[in-house]
C-alpha cells in the first residue's frame, strides 16, 4: 500500500524556503493547497468549502465573480457565466470541442480573429479562456495568500491533463502569468496522484501504477512505472470528450426525448437557457444520488425544471443503461494504456482512482471487471487528491521553480 501521512515527516525534512503551493485546476472545480508541519492542507473557501466552482460570472469588463458567487449568479444570468475554460484552452476553433458542446452550454462561443474559441459575454465583451482561467487562479492564489498571511505568493505548481498538447500547456502558463503567478511548474495529474500516495519512496521500486483519471471534462488513463522514486509514464489514453459532465448531458438528452416539453435544445432564449441550467443541475443531482452504493433509484422533479412536466423515478440499472456507450469509451481507454505497455491486470501493483467522476459506481464496477483482484485505491478523497500530490511537489521544487516541467514519458 501507499505511503501514510505521517510519512510525509521522513519525505520533507526540510523545509521549504518558502510557500509551497499546490493547484488542481478543473474543468468543473478546482483547488488549491499549501503545505505546513509536514502535511498537505486543502484550503477552503469562506463558507468552509474545498472546492471552487471553476465559474467566472463577468458583470461589466472590469468586474467579475469566481466560484460560489459565480454559480449563484448563473442561476440568474446564465449567459454571462463562463466555465469549461479547461477544455477551450489553447485549442482552435474548429478543433470540433465547440460543435460537441454548444448546444448543452449556456454561454456562447463564437470564433476570434486568429481562429480561437471566445466566450461572447456581450455584444461589447469578449474574454478568450485562459483569461477565465486566469481569473480562478487569481482566486485560488488569493486564498492561499488569505490563509497563510503573505501579501503576495509568485510560485505554483498547477496540474494538467497527460493528453494535453503542448499549446495547451503553453495557454495554462500564459494564465498563470496573468493571474500574477511568475514562476509555474506544470504537473501532469498521473505524475500528481503517484506523488499524492507516496510511491516516490524507494520501497515502490518497480511498482506499475494504474492511475484511471475521470474529471468533470476529460478522461486520462495512465500506467506509470516506478524507478528509484521516479515516474515514468510507460502507457497512456486520454479523451478530451469524455468526463462526468458528459454523463450529465446523456441524461439531459434522455429526458428531452421523453419529454418534449423540456425543449432545451430548440433554443437559445433566455426562458429557455435556464430552463437547460436547471436541467443539467437536476441531472447532476441524479447522477451523483445514484452512485452512492445503498441507493437503487432516484427521483428527479422534473416539475421544478418546467411548469406542468411529472417527477421521475430513474433506477440504478436504468441509468446504467443510458450511459453504457461513455462506460465503454472508459473501459476502452483502461485496456488500451494496458495493451501500449503489454502489461496485464495482474501485472498492476495499484489501482489510483483520480476525479471526482471516478466516484461513480458505474466506473468502479467498470474498474473492478478489469481489476478483480485489486482495491481501488481511494485512501485520498479522488477530488482532492490532485491538489495534494501538486502540493507535495511544490514542496520539492520550492527553491527551484520556472519553466515547464512534466514528468518523462517514452
Known sequence: MALTVSNNVERFKLNPSGPAIGIDLGTTNSRVGYFINNNVEIITTASGEKTVPSYV???????????????AQWKVYPKRVAYDSKRLIGLNYNDNVVNRNKSFWTFTVTKSDNNRPIYDIDKNHQVLPEEV????LKELIKMAQDKIGTEKIESAVITVPDHFLVRQKEATLHAAK???????????????????????????????LFVFDLGGGTCDVSIVKVKKGEFKVIGHAGDTQLGGRGYDYRLMQYFVQKHKDLRVFESTDEIITKRKMRLRE???ALKIALSHPSKASETIHLDEVATGLPKKNLTCKQFKEIVADLTRRCRKLCFDALEETQLTSDNIHEVLLVGGSSKMRVIKDMLKGIFPTKELSEAINPDEVLAYGTTLRAVIGSRKIKGLWTCRRT
Open 57 to 71: 460570472f463577468y458583470n461589466g469588463k472590469e468586474e467579475c465573480m469566481v466560484g460560489e458567487p459565480a454559480v
Open 282 to 284: 437536476a441531472c447532476e
Open 133 to 136: 482561467s486566469s481569473e480562478i
Open 178 to 208: 496573468l493571474a500574477g503567478i511568475e514562476h509555474v511548474k506544470l504537473i501532469t495529474e498521473s505524475t500528481a496522484a503517484a506523488f499524492a500516495y507516496g510511491f516516490d519512496h524507494k520501497r515502490f521500486h518497480g511498482y506499475n
